[in-house]
């Protein structure tokens, strides 16, 4: 099997310019779903890796609990709620672009019941993450309902767990194509395998064995689908410009003190560096 770089110059072909007359209409509609009682900190995350990813309008949906948390550590992204202590309902009143679910999402019955029903919709673009793909593991058969070109990120545990088989590209590759799903194995290094063929990403280091660095991939991923991005394009972009913000954050500070949110903070100057 043939495993293409994902490198800086495929990326400056894959980053498109904002053109001068855009705006918040025209930049894409994210909406994430997550966060429960104790993890809310996973969905703010992901909110911040989408709107420093470039998405337009970022809406979260969370319990209750997380409300005033989230208006409060990310007043750009809006806020919609569902259950008290964990979503209950995946209903809403918008129409998004792309949603992301999964941070903090945590596993409840009336979660997990709610994220079924959910699936059996019709859906706009996906991205499925941490708790989502705990979820899914409970009954596999909804990987045969995902919608073409849903991204999954798994680490290596989630992808084993998930799939009942032991992680390697080989095996993403063939599960890819069996699902028609982008999967975004997440490692050193993450291997992105599409329908079409597997990439490897070349950026990133250790730094990024953090919790909720995983989070903000979710995030970026679905702002860059939420924007116009094919699922394919948006997971390997988002890939490497997670990887790159996480190399220029280190070239500061040290690998051992590296946490998410240095992220997003540093993502301006990965764009910046390649566009």
């Not at 703010?44 to 979260?60: D, E, H, I, K, Q």
């Not at 063939?174 to 490692?187: C, D, E, F, P, T």
Request: a negative charge; glycine letters at 10%; aromatic letters at 4%.
């Amino acid at each position: 099997m043939e495993i293409k770089p994902f490198d800086i110059e495929a990326a400056r072909q894959a980053l498109r310019p904002v053109l001068p007359d855009a705006h918040k209409g025209t930049q894409g509609h994210a909406l994430l779903v997550g966060g429960s009682h104790g993890k809310m900190g996973a969905i703010m995350l992901a909110a911040m890796g989408a709107l420093r990813s470039g998405s337009g309008l970022v809406t979260t949906l969370v319990p209750e609990c997380g409300y005033l948390p989230m208006q409060t550590a990310v007043p750009e992204a809006m806020a919609l709620t569902s259950g008290t202590t964990a979503i209950a309902d995946f209903s809403h009143d918008i129409s998004p672009d792309a949603i992301g679910v999964g941070p903090g999402l945590g596993h409840e019955k009336q979660t997990a019941d709610a994220f079924f029903t959910f699936l059996e919709s019709q859906l706009p673009p996906l991205v499925l993450d941490a708790d989502a793909l705990n979820i899914i593991s409970t009954r596999p058969e909804m990987l045969q309902k995902l919608p073409n070109d849903t991204v999954l990120t798994p680490h290596h545990g989630e992808f084993r767990t998930l799939f009942r088989a032991d992680p390697s590209p080989d095996a993403a590759l063939a599960l890819s194509m069996r699902y028609q799903i982008i999967i975004v194995l997440k490692g050193s290094p993450t291997h992105i395998a599409t329908p079409e063929g597997c990439f490897v990403n070349t950026t990133g280091n250790a730094g990024l064995a953090t919790g909720g660095s995983g989070d903000v991939l979710t995030g970026i991923v679905t702002g860059l689908i939420a924007q116009g991005y094919t699922s394919r394009k948006a997971a390997l972009l988002g890939v490497f410009v997670h990887g790159l913000s996480a190399d220029i954050a280190v070239a500061e500070t040290d690998m051992r003190s590296l946490i998410a949110r240095d992220i997003p903070a540093n993502l301006r100057e990965a764009f910046h560096r390649i566009g």
